[in-house]
């Protein structure tokens, strides 16, 4: 046994600096080309506002890489927001809605960005520097359990976030009422959310992160809200509903749900 342990502490050495060799080689590989942007273009028709947000030199590279399957300008021409809006946004974190709302609403507008205080870590220092640029937009880290929300408000948008109330705990029947209170007569409660499979409720909630758009629909009319468009305007037939949304190479492709609800006006 003496005699052949240097020969295998030799060996150990060998092999240890080949693998070493090896991984400097494999470090040094350039990494494959990330696949080009899908290129998006604006439909006409849509309003001058919403394009020039759109095209707005203030997005980065990393939001507009994203049109193709978010369509932005569609989904604001479908909202109706508009200059001079007061705006309420859940979770604004990476503010790729907010960086198109501001430009919006203007100077007479104004944008609420509401945050779970969970976010700070990733978005809090971007947040507070957006609001600095952007004399036209609030911030604030809060428990939506604790939220109190500004009145008269002209539309209120939940981007693929409606399903992650219950998955922080929010009492979303409380949330919704809140909603419903905080907006002018009219004013319109916008929702987007990545579909679950039909009658499944929340039972993929927290394993998929997607909800299915039956229950957003229920929740949202019990509260007193009128449903005024179903779009499927970011509907995706080859989505079988079965993938979490964060999935390696479908995030931002689910089938998703396109709501708009409105408080009705007063009689």
């Not at 520097?129 to 604790?146: C, G, I, Q, T, W």
């Amino acid at each position: 046994m003496i005699t052949f342990k240097p020969r295998r502490t030799a060996l150990a050495l060998m092999l240890a600096a080949g693998l070493a060799v090896a991984g400097a080689v494999g470090a040094a590989e350039p990494a494959a080309p990330a696949a080009p942007p899908k290129p998006y273009a604006i439909p006409a028709g849509v309003p001058k506002y919403v394009r020039d947000a759109v095209e707005s030199k203030d997005r980065t590279p990393a939001m507009t890489a994203r049109d193709f399957d978010r369509k932005p300008a569609e989904l604001l021409a479908l909202s109706g927001v508009k200059p001079g809006d007061r705006v309420v946004e859940f979770a604004s974190f990476g503010q790729y809605f907010t960086t198109l709302l501001s430009p919006i609403v203007g100077e007479k507008g104004l944008i609420y960005m509401y945050d779970l205080p969970y976010t700070e870590a990733r978005a809090g220092a971007a947040s507070r520097d957006f609001v600095a640029k952007h004399p036209n937009s609030r911030y604030e880290l809060v428990d939506y359990n604790d939220i109190k929300l500004p009145q008269n408000v002209d539309i209120v948008f939940n981007v693929l976030y409606y399903h992650d109330l219950s998955i922080n705990k929010t009492d979303v029947a409380v949330l919704n009422k809140k909603v419903l209170d905080s907006l002018k007569p009219g004013g319109i409660y916008f929702v987007v959310d990545h579909n679950a499979r039909p009658g499944s409720g929340r039972t993929d909630t927290d394993k998929l992160h997607r909800i299915d758009p039956e229950v957003i629909k229920q929740e949202l009319i019990a509260t007193g809200f009128e449903l005024v468009e179903d779009s499927k305007l970011l509907a995706n037939p080859e989505d079988d509903h079965s993938w979490m949304v964060f999935a390696p190479g479908k995030r931002g492709t689910t089938d998703q749900a396109v709501l708009k609800f409105r408080k009705p006006a007063k009689k």
